[in-house]
């Protein structure tokens, strides 16, 4: 009976670490640029999709195609940036976010128009079912898997804001723009880079959902959620935050599954809530909101 | 002789307020050019207008040779000048070593261990080194000064550009100032410093302007503009309400 518990805890867990990838982007973003992206969820699905038909044309393993979806997001969110999204950004905060909105509903559209309504999934063989027995637990190694690129890439990305120039660039433009411009900084480039740093993780998190369930156009949405509670229960600002904020959000689901199937999405909203009510910032925040 | 920054007929306005009108003026390379003039005469918009800030309505502004009234700030920046705030603005979050290396990795355009060589020999110089993992929100007010001083060096300016370094510092803390900015001179980079603290600025400049409501009402040896009476007549207007 205890077993069944401490099953469910660590399999949520293991399922905030697929969350804490859809927040990353969005903390990342939201932190050096003060944007909101709405369309976050959708360009998560993007990768997805784009995922499953470089996975269908070239025949190759679905991680093997992370080495083309990560530039290709990467490339594509650079661009976003510069061409749409700087244009959005100034004093008001409405901007970027109707604009944001309006690209979600472009994306959705989009990728219903040319891969249909059906759910589809993205087939990575074995990898999908096998598990290991760990102290009496089993766990799924795609999981397990999905967890360490979580801690990889809030790592990496932690590594990057403090220990190189990139980094002190987007801590400098996120600081005080104005000054950063007179310190030599583009902050366009900048604004550009972040974005694509933050579409490359997002591509990471689109290909390791497609292989873990089915997906098809219409479900950006509930991923933005996701992505918005893990940011948010771990404070803004905050990259081990959102990390752990992620994995909150896991558990909460995966308990409120346990004592009610139909229960798994309401469990995580209600422990977002919670949280919210006692801690408006979050439970680590760095930025004051 | 040609000027190393050539400021030609700068016309800037907002509304009917006037913050340049036809300004002209010229610096020459390695000189320290003073401008005084009362609060509110233009001169922080004047830097403004240099640096790319603000754009002018008309002039040009000329620099080490090209015309760069169209460039924008980061641009002009990597061209080779800096300048430091009246009011400080370090970026707050981050140590007054990663404020060094903001300017000397984007605007001097170094990397690694140069970058940290060249951060080190300014902090020293500014005598910022035993502060430098602090937190730059949590400095005194002449320790952000001279954060201000240190980033603005760590750029590798060939125009540096003080605005009220010295005000609001005690007689001893102004004195080591000036020292600094002394020396940075001797080493060959051009200054425009503007100053209210004239004994400050006398210390140092070659030569003086004054502005006020955005013209050149004087310019030439510093001494002979102190004593002139136009000046006289403002700065004792500006004591007298100081």
Known sequence: MTMEWVNAIVQGTLLGGLYALFAAGLSLIFGVMRLVNIAHGDLIVMAAYLGLTVVSVLGIHPLLALVLVVPLMAGFGYVLQRAVLNRTLGDDLLPPLLVTFGLSVILQNGLLEVYSADPQKINAGVLETASVSVAGLSLGVLPLLTFAVALAVIWGLQWVFYHTALGRAFRAVSDNQDIAQLMGLNRRHIFGLAMALALGVTAIAGILLGIRTSFDPSIGGGRLIFGFEAVIIGGLGNLWGTLAGGVILGVAQTIGAKIDPGWQLLAGHIAFLVILAIRPNGLFPRISA | ?242
């Open chain 2, 1 to 242: 002789m040609t000027a190393f920054l050539q400021i030609d007929r700068l016309t800037k306005s907002f509304g009917s307020i006037s913050v340049a009108d036809d300004l002209s003026y010229e610096l020459r390379k390695g000189e320290a050019l003073g401008v005084i003039g009362p609060n509110g005469a233009g001169k922080t918009s004047m830097f403004n207008l240099i640096t790319g800030t603000l754009s002018p309505n008309s002039g040009r502004v000329l620099f080490d040779g090209h015309d760069v009234t169209r460039l924008g700030a980061a641009a002009r920046c990597r061209a080779g000048m800096a300048r430091s705030f009246q009011v400080p603005q370090p970026f707050s979050g981050m140590t007054v070593f990663e404020n060094a290396m903001v300017a000397a990795t984007q605007a001097a355009g170094l990397r690694g261990k140069a970058a940290e060589r060249l951060c080190l020999e300014v902090l020293e110089q500014t005598q910022m080194l035993p502060k430098a993992n602090a937190l730059a929100g949590g400095l005194t007010l002449l320790e952000r000064k001279r954060l201000e001083l240190t980033r603005a060096l760590c750029a590798k300016p060939k125009l540096l550009m003080l605005d009220e370094i010295a005000g609001g510092l005690t007689e001893g803390e102004c004195r080591s100032l000036v020292q600094t900015i002394k020396d940075i001179h001797a080493s060959g980079v051009s200054i425009i410093w503007i100053e209210h603290v004239v004994h400050a600025l006398l210390a140092v400049v070659d030569r003086l302007i004054v502005i006020d409501f955005g013209k050149k009402i004087a310019e030439g040896e510093p001494k002979a503009i102190m004593a002139s009476p136009q000046v006289q007549e403002i700065y004792l207007g500006i004591e007298a309400d100081a």
